[in-house]
């Protein structure tokens, strides 16, 4: 039974054998037909119904034996969704960030069809959301801003979304006026036609994958111009990762590194010689350890730690670059481990994170703190916004390209 689809299962389910069901025609029911009666009436009809919401959201095709992590972002965003409409709660405050993120269009509406019934039943709920369409859908929009980080900060709008689409001092407002997505690009004068160039083969050629047949693909041929910026599309399921990050990009990757073994996932792969490296940016967490901030998975920590280790004040102390790193023993605040806060187990309740009473969030001994570029510490610099930090490094060229971007 767990290798039938939602649909099928549904199908089962709806279609039960009298001889499975409990029998009361025959006469009275027996103590043993009373309880199987119990159990079918609390069970098959929950049963029934969590399938019936997961065919509402779109997921009629997974199986019921599917893994959780071969579910694609927005699978398992609607998969949650549909378990909170079958509790058949009332009352209950339900708040989701970016839902539709990643998601294809036709998702998109059967998300907001979603979010829109577990109002209908007597739910609130709360969206955190850019996408224009599920704005426009919203009972009622609150619209922060005007900018980000230090420009922010404000409820500049808040409202019905035709209300809010009308506010003169809102960013968001004239995208609530679009029925469309409008995309504007300034064309340069020099080309008569856009489009002209934007034909498949290209001076660096073209990478073909053939024959790709990993879960759902169907003996796919991927025809890919290089030196093109090619997007990928296709409703939730449809197989977009599973196509690019689970067999293109790996295939690259062994043709990169000399591996030429035959794959049971596609038949061939050509034109792979154009390409330099595979570089892939998925939806992962940047940062994994405790110590990972945007300065050191972005790359620039490394550089500013040179930079501090050049100073005058340094080369005193016989400081090196290694010595501002979290992880350096002799850097770092030995009471929290270069953390800047600790944890406090609470007995019964959830552990507090606190600010290290020593260094006071700044992650670094006193030592350490002492060494100033331009009266900045590192912990001085840590606190700094991008915008903050494009001024003090103005004059490195590497830094002001990665806080630039």
């Not at 009436?41 to 034996?65: A, C, H, S, W």
Request: glycine fraction near 8%.
């Amino acid at each position: 039974m767990s290798r039938l689809t939602v649909a099928e299962g549904l199908h089962f389910f709806e279609n039960l054998s009298p001889s499975v069901a409990p029998n009361t025609e025959s006469g009275p029911p027996s103590p043993r037909d009373e309880a199987r009666q119990k159990v079918w009436n609390r069970t098959v009809p929950e049963i029934q119904q969590r399938l019936r919401f997961l065919m509402k959201v779109g997921l009629d095709y997974p199986t019921l034996n599917r893994s959780a992590s071969s579910l694609s972002g927005g699978e398992f965003q609607r998969a949650r969704l549909a378990s909170c409409l079958g509790t058949g709660l009332r009352g209950v405050c339900y708040v989701l960030d970016e839902p539709t993120a990643g998601l294809h269009p036709l998702d998109t509406r059967r998300l907001i069809d979603t979010l829109t019934e577990l109002r209908d039943q007597g739910n609130s709920v709360l969206v955190v959301e850019h996408d224009v369409e599920c704005m426009q859908q919203a009972d009622w929009l609150v619209d922060l801003g005007p900018g980000a980080g230090l420009a922010g900060g404000y409820v500049v709008a808040s409202g019905p979304p035709n209300e809010v689409a009308n506010h003169p001092n809102s960013v968001t407002a004239p995208y609530l006026k679009r029925t469309t997505y409008d995309v504007e690009k300034k064309i340069d004068s020099e080309h008569d036609d856009p489009q002209s160039d934007r034909n498949e083969e290209t001076d660096l050629g073209v990478l073909t994958l053939s024959g790709a047949r990993r879960h759902n693909l169907k003996d796919v041929t991927l025809r890919l111009p290089l030196g093109r910026f090619t997007c990928v599309t296709g409703v939730s399921g449809s197989g977009k990762s599973t196509l690019i990050s689970q067999t293109l990009v790996p295939a690259v990757r062994r043709a990169l590194q000399g591996e030429h073994t035959k794959s049971k996932d596609f038949d061939t792969l050509q034109g792979w010689e154009a390409v330099q490296a595979v570089v892939e940016i998925d939806q992962s967490p940047l940062g994994r350890s405790a110590q990972s901030t945007p300065a050191t998975f972005s790359g620039i920590w490394d550089e500013i730690r040179k930079l501090f280790a050049k100073t005058r004040a340094s080369r005193i102390r016989g400081f090196k670059a290694s010595r501002f790193s979290f992880n350096s023993r002799s850097g770092r605040c030995a009471e929290c481990k270069g953390r800047g806060t600790q944890r406090v187990e609470m007995h019964f309740l959830p552990d507090v994170e606190m600010e290290c009473p020593v260094c006071r969030g700044a992650r670094f001994n006193r030592q350490t703190l002492h060494v100033t570029f331009r009266d900045k510490s590192v912990a001085d610099v840590l606190a700094m916004t991008v915008s903050e930090a494009l001024e003090v490094f103005e004059n490195f060229a590497k830094l002001q390209a990665i806080l630039a971007t």
